[in-house]
């Protein structure tokens, strides 16, 4: 009895030690984007709270929980305030199979790529069912939008995920950044670089990132599906899209840019970078893709709602399932530098 | 065998606590001063006509359907993609017809107009 409840235990105290860097680094995330496309626009961004502005976050956090809740009398109140748990909990959860560094997985399954993929498609249960809950005719149109959207791109990032699936041969995660050793030249985004793309852009795409998000496109159907969610419900919504832009820059690093591999593996710089555990350079490889993220957002106009559906089943599936085939060739012939 | 996914389902109730844990302390620290118009469903302004159970776009149905067909398809190319290095050539062709037939259907709800939407 007593082994399973120190294992029960130390898996809770594993998982915090997961869940409450995601949660900083979200906090964080929303002052670097702030600060960031400030200073894309030649100004500031926040720098009153706080040293640098570094308190930010925090006081937005507070101002929430202090918000009233409402709860609109039309609305179904159970899952009303079921979908935003089953958001966010489906925007961390994943993170169970990401290894950070070689063995430092929480849960290291043999069907993670699989489990990554089940886990992306329940949190568009969430946007249907806030949607649908509301019982406002923006919020049900929003959600229908956003989840026709979603489940679109979603395709394109299992296709994605199928190419890497065939250079590499396993569906976990570890195993997959283990196949990329090497220099940065034998990560998987240079063979499978329509691949890459389609997988990071339909990632932008999954999580209403601009140019992408259409569905709470403020201008034009004001809040999409949630639009009747205030106070820390809405905060709910929104740090689930933060941690979800987090979880989707740390699988693009694991599937396509070596995961915690260092650069310079092969290179005559291997030695003198030796000394950097392999998080920093997974963490580092999440933050450029961040980065990636914001400058999107600083730099391009919105899709309009017809562009963004062309895009995702005219170009993406077609291109996707073209370079599996190109993949299939690539391997019967055992051309290409990856085999 | 399914031991690795204890953690999985430890993280699920930690998640899980965590997202509740937050709404009640919402629910705790924040006002609660309820009143007919902030209740009502939001519509620019005015008090709602209806209720929002309405019908909606036909084309949201067909996407739903062409993604089961797809997502289906993802499905069986997992597998297929893991084993690729054991069942060689034959795989490799039988993966193509079958993915030659979807394709047509592709092209077929293409033509159709089934992706497009104006």
């Given at each position: 009895?007593?082994?399973?409840w ?30 960031v ?36 009398t ?23 199979v ?8 929480l ?42 959207h ?10 994605a ?63 999409g ?19 979800s ?29 030796a ?27 919105r ?17 996707t ?19 | ?20 844990g ?11 001063r ?11 302004g ?73």
């Open positions: 009895m007593s082994p399973s120190q294992y029960f235990v130390v898996h809770v105290l594993l998982t915090l030690v997961i869940v409450m860097p995601i949660v900083v680094a979200v906090a964080y995330l929303t002052l670097a984007e702030r600060k496309i400030g200073y894309m626009h030649v100004r500031i961004g926040p720098n009153r709270v706080g040293p640098r502005g570094l308190f930010q976050p925090f006081a937005d956090v507070f101002k929430l929980m202090f918000k009233e809740v409402i709860t609109p039309v609305a179904n109140k159970f899952i009303f305030y079921l979908a935003p748990v089953l958001i966010l909990v489906a925007a961390l959860v994943a993170w169970a990401i290894p950070f560094d070689d063995g430092w997985v849960a290291d399954i043999n069907a993670g790529l699989l489990y990554v993929l089940a886990i992306g498609a329940a949190g568009v249960y969430g946007v249907i069912l806030a949607g649908w809950a509301s019982n406002s005719k923006y919020a049900l149109l929003g959600g229908m939008r956003s989840a026709a979603k489940v679109a791109y979603e395709l394109a990032m299992g296709f995920l199928v190419g890497v699936l065939m250079v590499s041969g396993s569906l976990n995660l570890s195993e997959i950044v283990r196949g990329q050793e090497g220099s940065i030249l034998h990560w998987y985004w240079l063979p499978l670089l329509p691949m890459f793309v389609v997988y990071f852009v339909s990632g932008v795409a999954e999580t209403n990132r601009a140019p992408f998000d259409i569905s709470e496109g403020e201008s034009e159907i004001v809040a599906f949630h639009v009747e969610y205030s106070g820390i419900a809405f905060a709910l919504f929104m740090l689930a899209e933060y941690a832009m987090i979880l989707i820059s740390a699988l693009t690093a694991v599937l396509f840019l070596g995961g915690w591999l260092s650069p310079f593996q092969g290179t005559f710089l291997e030695p003198v970078f000394f950097v555990p392999g998080i920093v350079w997974f963490l580092l490889k999440i933050s450029f893709l961040l980065f990636v993220f914001i400058w999107f957002r600083a730099t391009f106009p899709f309009r709602y017809d562009q963004i559906m062309r895009l995702g089943w005219k170009v993406f599936i077609p291109v399932i073209l370079w599996i085939a190109v993949e299939g060739a690539f391997f019967y012939f055992e051309v290409g530098p990856w085999f | 065998m399914l031991e690795g996914y204890i953690p999985i389902l430890i993280f699920f109730g930690v998640a899980a606590l965590f997202s509740l937050l709404l009640v302390v919402g629910q705790v620290l924040a006002p609660n309820p009143d007919a118009a902030k209740l009502d469903a939001y519509e620019c005015f008090a709602p006509f209806e209720d929002a159970r309405m019908k909606f776009d036909i084309r949201y149905y067909l996407v739903a359907i062409l993604f089961i067909i797809f997502d289906l398809e993802i499905a069986f190319l997992f597998p297929w993609a893991v084993a690729l290095e054991d069942i060689g050539g034959f795989g490799l062709a039988a993966m193509a017809i079958f993915l030659g037939v979807l394709v047509i259907g592709f092209i077929y709800e293409w033509k159709k107009g089934a992706l497009e939407w104006e």
